[in-house]
């Protein structure tokens, strides 16, 4: 006759009492997977706007050392095509690179080739090369379109990405100075000094981001965005404007502001001052291109944006 208590007899749970205990998790799951996301968005934004600070800073440190901001790309035959003079003569460097030994990248800095025509051809050449180093602070958290390690390749070339550009103003991108406005802090062979901001610094876009989601990839630079690229087209790899509204989650280009971040509801930007703000992808164009201009006398107020 068995004797074992009809308590220690049962070893486990039921099917009944397993799916209720399966049915709790994943609705707390359900419940909680909202809330992680949202924090690691705000860590992302809080990170990305670090970033842009510290590019802001550098900018303006780069300034008081120089006395004026770094070009978006200093050619030094570019005044050919109606641009100035190369601040740096026989030099071929992009703006992210300008500002390496302001944020602790001058060995990096030191180690790329800048006084040959098309430098990248020689900094680019392959995955190990010096320009396919990936630098932390020009990466934004929340993109989701980069290639496997924040590398890109264009033909037999490899660069390291960058999220983030200097604001070119109002014009479109274009090689032939004549066409542009020159109104923003950086565009070729500029040097603009912080009295030539007549806006106010407060007022003045510095810096923002760019997404690489939805960017039509081509066999042109359009789609490149490195930062050792230095060439007439590379003013879209160092550069936005605001030619065209802010985008970052449908079809853009290169040289268009946008994010990632709220689903591409907010970009971030960096002042003149130094200051970081987040812009609406609501705001208006006009308000827009006021913000992009350094001088055009038209100062708008924070409650446009």
Request: glycine share 8%.
């Amino acid at each position: 006759m068995d004797v074992t208590p009809r308590s220690r007899r049962r070893l486990g749970f039921t099917l009944i009492e397993l799916l209720v205990v399966i049915a709790i998790i994943a609705i707390l799951i359900g419940l909680l997977l909202p809330a992680v996301q949202k924090v690691r968005e705000a860590a992302a934004r809080i990170q990305c706007c670090n970033n842009l600070k510290q590019l802001a800073l550098a900018a303006i440190t780069y300034h008081d050392a120089n006395g004026r901001f770094p070009p978006a790309v200093n050619i030094s035959d570019a005044d050919d095509y109606g641009w100035p003079v190369a601040p740096s003569p026989g030099r071929w460097y992009g703006l992210n690179l300008a500002l390496f030994p302001y944020f602790e990248q001058d060995n990096l800095r030191k180690n790329v080739v800048d006084n040959v025509w098309n430098p990248h051809y020689v900094n680019c050449k392959g995955p190990t090369s010096v320009g396919a180093q990936v630098v932390k602070i020009l990466i934004c958290p929340s993109e989701s379109a980069f290639p496997p390690g924040a590398v890109g390749q264009y033909n037999a070339y490899y660069f390291g990405l960058s999220s983030y550009g200097g604001c070119s103003g109002t014009s479109a991108t274009t090689t032939i100075g004549s066409q542009s406005l020159k109104n923003g802090i950086f565009t070729m062979n500029s040097s603009v000094r912080i009295l030539e901001i007549t806006d106010g610094t407060t007022n003045t876009l510095m810096f923002g981001e760019r997404s690489r989601l939805n960017l039509p990839a081509t066999n042109t630079s359009q789609a490149v965005g490195g930062w050792a690229w230095a060439n007439y087209f590379s003013q879209e790899d160092n550069t936005m404007n605001s030619s065209e509204p802010i985008e970052g989650i449908m079809a853009h280009d290169l040289n268009q502001f946008g994010s990632q971040h709220t689903s591409g509801l907010i970009s971030n930007f960096a002042f003149a001052d130094g200051s970081v703000k987040a812009l609406q992808k609501s705001i208006s164009i006009v308000a827009f291109q006021r913000l992009s201009a350094r001088n055009d006398g038209q100062v708008i107020d924070a409650s446009q944006y």
